[in-house]
């Protein structure tokens, strides 16, 4: 089975960036293979879908919440997905999951936790 650890969240300041990455072990197949996504769940709330990258030619798509702002990227031959986040606001406060699926409705992560200070 397929598993994933979320690195690179931490503090940082409104209007701030940073960058997660998500690398894969386990893989049955190539991970161009796998469709993933990122979901998240901001204290109190559910979770959240906010990026999915399809197999293969990897087309992306983004919630409204981060379209513009964020953006995902997947290096096939590192077995590893990426989340550039920028112009980063209070209520992108959240534990970052990468998940299977382009809905995320796979296995996930522990996560990563991203404090953003206003």
């Known amino acids: 089975e397929i598993q994933l650890v979320e690195s690179g969240g931490g503090l940082v300041q409104s209007g701030g960036s940073l960058r997660l990455s998500c690398k894969a072990s386990?893989?049955?197949?190539?991970?161009?293979?796998?469709?993933m996504a990122w979901v998240r769940q901001a204290p109190g709330k559910g979770l959240e879908w906010i990026t999915g990258?399809?197999?293969?030619?990897?087309?992306?798509n983004y919630a409204d919440s981060v379209k513009g702002r964020f953006t995902m990227s997947k290096d096939n031959a590192q077995n590893t997905l990426y989340l550039q986040m920028n112009s980063l606001k209070a209520e992108d406060t959240a534990i970052y999951y990468c998940?299977?699926?382009?809905?995320?409705?796979?296995?996930r992560g522990r996560g990563t936790q991203v404090t953003v200070s206003s």
């Open positions: 990258i399809t197999r293969g030619v990897g087309v992306t």
């Open positions: 386990g893989l049955a197949v190539p991970f161009s293979s796998y469709a």
């Open positions: 998940a299977e699926g382009f809905t995320g409705a796979g296995v």
